[in-house]
């Protein structure tokens, strides 16, 4: 079992940044492909980027592709989502989510994941 707690979210100008982190419990984190995803009001969640176990392989929703980078370290259990030139549109609640793996893939539907953290609010103000 994993829990995910995501944090860094906040309200920021059209055009700024932001890094989400996820922290995640357990000893086995290197062995799970992780996700970020998105929910804004009246709309499903949406894929926004997926990383592979080792960190090696990456995935992100076209919208974002340019502007927002994951990554991850696996010592510290944590995976990040670095956010630039954010724009109204980017807003929304972030979820963090994550799957046991058996290879070095991403994933990048909502069905596949297992294990979704709480969500973090983040705001891009026009």
């Known amino acids: 079992q994993v829990q995910l707690v995501e944090s860094g979210g906040g309200l920021v100008q059209a055009g700024g940044s932001l890094r989400l982190s996820c922290a995640a419990s357990?000893?086995?984190?290197?062995?799970?492909?992780m996700g970020w995803f998105r929910q804004a009001p009246g709309k499903e969640r949406e894929f926004v980027a997926g990383?592979?176990?080792?960190?090696?392989?990456?995935y992100y929703a076209d919208s974002v592709k340019g502007r927002f980078t994951i990554s991850r370290d696996n010592a510290k259990n944590t995976v990040y989502l670095q956010m630039n030139s954010l724009k109204p549109e980017d807003t929304a609640v972030y979820y963090c989510?994550?799957?046991?793996?058996?290879?070095?893939?991403?994933?990048?539907?909502?069905?596949?994941?297992?294990?979704w953290g709480q969500g973090t609010q983040v705001t891009a103000s026009s």
């Open positions: 989510a994550a799957q046991a793996a058996t290879g070095d893939y991403t994933l990048f539907s909502k069905y596949e994941y297992t294990y």
């Open positions: 357990g000893r086995t984190f290197s062995s799970y492909a």
């Open positions: 990383i592979s176990r080792s960190g090696s392989n990456t």
